[in-house]
């Protein structure tokens, strides 16, 4: 019996299948979340050495107007941005702190009757492990935003 696919049609869907695992392939061994679903996110569960293993978490701080300096609570609850969303796009922040000025907005928004948010601080917790356990703590700076017209922040343009 005679495929209905012709020799054009097979060899189409052979180089269509080809791309898709090379991508794929190459996605595996050095794709970031931005080349989803072509790599893996990294929102998922990931092994750390028990030794000399770097454990990163990233979070963001505040000075507000008042002269305190604040955690920033990134949950739906809170300013209604996620920690996922920040952690997945974190390249794009430490490209661009002004994608920090959406935390400043968000935050006027919801919380109107606390201090505004003067200057953002992107943020990253590096715990090294030894023995399973934690050795040491070091907190780096990966992005900073001062916040334009922080008593009514807008969105930029």
């Known amino acids: 019996m005679r495929s209905a696919v012709s020799g054009w049609g097979l060899a189409w869907r052979a180089v269509v299948s080809l791309a898709v ?46 002269g305190t300096r604040v955690r920033v609570r990134l949950s739906p609850d809170g300013l209604g941005i996620e920690r996922s969303e920040i952690e997945g796009q974190l390249g794009r922040f430490v490209r661009e702190p002004s994608l920090l000025q959406a935390v400043a907005v968000a935050h006027a928004r919801r919380e109107a009757d606390s201090p505004r948010y003067a200057v953002l601080y992107l943020r990253e917790q590096v715990t090294r492990l030894r023995g399973g356990r934690p ?23």
Not at 27 to 47: L, N
Not at 135 to 157: G, I, M, Q
């Open 21 to 66: 695992l090379g991508a794929v392939v190459d996605g595996t061994w050095h794709g970031k979340d931005e080349r989803w679903p072509f790599a893996p996110m990294s929102q998922f569960a990931f092994a750390v050495a028990n030794d000399g293993g770097d454990v990163r978490s990233q979070f963001i701080e505040a000075d507000t107007v008042a």
């Open 135 to 157: 050795a040491s703590v070091v907190v780096n700076t990966l992005a900073t935003w001062r916040v334009p017209s922080p008593a009514d922040p807008k969105e930029l343009p």
